[in-house]
C-alpha cells in the first residue's frame, strides 16, 4: 500500500505563495494518476489538479493560471506550486493517487493532508 506524506503547508498572506510537497513510500513511476485535492471548513473535498504519469495534467476553474502540479518520479515527489493565493484558498490540501484519480471517490491512496491558512 503506498503512504502520501504531505508538507509545505503553512500561513501565507493573499497574493503569495507556497509549493506544496507530496513523498511516496514507493517508486511514483508506475502510478498512473496523483492529484491534489482540498476541503475547508464545512465543505465538500473538491479537486484541484491532476497529473497522469504522461504529463497530462487537469485544473480545477478556480486554480486554473494560478497553480501548477508537476511530478518528480525520480524523487517518488508530487508538488503545488499555488502562486496569487487568495483567502479562499484556504483548506486542508490532501495528496492523493491510484490508477485513476479523476474525483475524490476514485483515488485509492491519500495522505493525511497538509492546512493551507491564506489571510486577507
Known amino acids: 500500500q503506498v503512504q502520501l506524506v504531505e508538507s509545505g503547508g503553512g500561513l501565507v498572506q493573499a497574493g503569495g505563495s507556497l509549493r506544496l510537497s507530496c513523498a511516496a513510500s514507493e517508486s511514483i513511476f508506475s502510478i498512473n494518476a496523483m492529484g491534489w485535492y482540498r476541503q475547508a471548513p464545512g465543505k465538500q473535498r473538491e479537486l484541484v489538479a491532476t497529473?497522469?504519469?504522461?504529463?497530462?495534467?487537469n485544473y480545477a476553474d478556480s486554480v486554473k493560471g494560478r497553480f501548477t502540479i508537476s511530478r518528480d518520479n525520480a524523487k517518488n515527489t508530487v508538488y503545488l506550486q499555488m502562486n496569487s493565493l487568495k483567502p479562499e484558498d484556504t483548506a486542508d490540501y490532501y495528496c492523493a493517487a491510484g490508477s485513476v484519480c479523476y474525483s475524490a471517490n476514485t483515488c485509492a491512496y491519500w495522505g493525511k493532508g497538509t492546512l493551507v491558512t491564506v489571510s486577507s
Open positions: 497529473i497522469t504519469r504522461g504529463g497530462s495534467t
